[in-house]
């Protein structure tokens, strides 16, 4: 069964919908918890710091707005927006719909830079160098991942894919051996891996903004390119496309941009596969519609999947991962279902 393209103005629709459910979810994500927050509050103490009014937020109030939620929404955002847009740029690259930000390996090496902190760790809950090693070892899974799939002139997606599997499954057995030898570490090991912004500080996103900007505006940047890989890459080399070039680009971006929210959130499955999947069956096959609409979706869907993550249990905390499984999966499963009617 064949489509028509979708209309410019529902593609307006659609983008104007993402970003009215970024609002709300941001909104919702602050005024939400344990001591509620009144939107107008929140609001109003917003237009206080841009000297437009007085803020009527008590001192605890402020502190718990500015201290605790709100770089928690922010660096919600930022990664939400990063695994979408990756998600999208990888699975553009690489003509696979299941491509996803961890595919090269990130995931595997950042799951084990944490679990090597944590082993190590002396007894801390979460050393203060969980980051940093997490970090490290998802750029080194991607730069091996590199090195064996990605040399030579005729190294194609399929290779670096193939690559990628391999480099993980070495990595994801080096974690479980760490794991095992210190049993006392599996809990923190598994609370990390599964993802959270309970630790959200203005440090932590600072550290991860240039990233994700770099790496967003990267992606966005490349979505012309993409659309002209969609045809195969030996067809894009003839209309003068540069395609070894661009996979390099786009992976390096992607992949740094990933690393930098994974090491300060933990791994959070299914945003970069579902939210550019769903994008696309809701505006067609463009990447230059696809990416920047991923990016507003995929925030607003981790932000929403935070909120739920932090209330559902309350006081309890569920690991966000679990939320974004618990949501992703069916929904997941619905795309599939629909492209498959629509023969897409």
């Known amino acids: 069964?064949?489509?028509?393209?979708?209309?410019?103005?529902?593609?307006?629709?659609?983008?104007?919908?993402?970003?009215?459910?970024?609002?709300?979810?941001?909104?919702?994500?602050?005024?939400?918890?344990?001591?509620?927050?009144?939107?107008?509050?929140?609001?109003?103490?917003?237009?206080?710091?841009?000297?437009?009014?007085?803020?009527?937020?008590?001192?605890?109030?402020?502190?718990?707005?500015?201290?605790?939620?709100?770089?928690r929404m922010v660096l919600g955002v930022l990664a939400g927006a990063m695994l979408a847009v990756a998600g999208g740029a990888y699975q553009g690259v690489f003509r696979n719909p299941l491509a996803d930000p961890y595919l090269l390996g990130v995931a595997a090496g950042a799951g084990l830079g944490a679990t090597f902190a944590i082993v190590h760790s002396g007894g801390l809950a979460t050393p203060a160098w969980t980051p940093l090693l997490a970090f490290a070892g998802a750029l080194a899974a991607v730069a091996a991942t590199w090195l064996v799939g990605g040399r030579g002139q005729r190294a194609n997606s399929s290779t670096l894919i193939l690559a990628g599997v391999a480099v993980s499954s070495l990595l994801t057995s080096a974690q479980t051996f760490l794991q095992q030898s210190s049993s006392n570490s599996?809990?923190?090991?598994?609370?990390?891996?599964?993802?959270?912004?309970?630790?959200?500080?203005?440090?932590?996103?600072?550290?991860?903004?240039?990233?994700?900007?770099?790496?967003?505006?990267?992606?966005?940047?490349?979505?012309?390119?993409?659309?002209?890989?969609?045809?195969?890459?030996?067809?894009?080399?003839?209309?003068?496309?540069?395609?070894?070039?661009?996979?390099?680009?786009?992976?390096?971006?992607?992949?740094?941009g990933t690393a930098a929210v994974v090491s300060a959130v933990g791994l959070i499955g299914f945003v970069g596969i579902i939210v550019p999947r769903l994008v696309r069956l809701l505006v067609g096959t463009s990447y230059r519609r696809i990416l920047p609409i991923s990016v507003v979706g995929g925030a607003a869907f981790l932000v929403l999947c935070d909120t739920?993550?932090?209330?559902?249990?309350?006081?309890?905390?569920?690991?966000?991962?679990?939320?974004?499984a618990l949501v992703g999966a069916p929904v997941f499963v619905i795309v599939l279902n629909v492209r498959r009617a629509r023969g897409a």
């Open 1 to 71: 069964m064949i489509t028509s393209p979708p209309t410019r103005r529902r593609v307006v629709v659609v983008a104007v919908g993402a970003a009215t459910l970024l609002v709300a979810a941001v909104l919702g994500g602050l005024v939400i918890g344990p001591t509620p927050i009144g939107v107008g509050h929140v609001v109003g103490d917003v237009l206080s710091h841009l000297g437009l009014g007085r803020s009527t937020l008590t001192p605890l109030q402020s502190t718990i707005l500015w201290q605790l939620r709100a770089p």
């Open 186 to 256: 599996i809990a923190r090991v598994y609370i990390w891996l599964l993802g959270s912004l309970a630790t959200a500080s203005w440090h932590s996103v600072v550290m991860v903004l240039p990233y994700v900007v770099a790496g967003t505006a990267t992606c966005l940047a490349a979505a012309r390119a993409l659309d002209v890989m969609s045809v195969g890459e030996d067809e894009s080399r003839s209309l003068g496309l540069p395609v070894r070039r661009v996979r390099l680009l786009v992976v390096l971006a992607s992949s740094l």
């Open 308 to 324: 739920i993550a932090r209330t559902v249990l309350a006081p309890s905390e569920l690991p966000i991962g679990v939320v974004t």
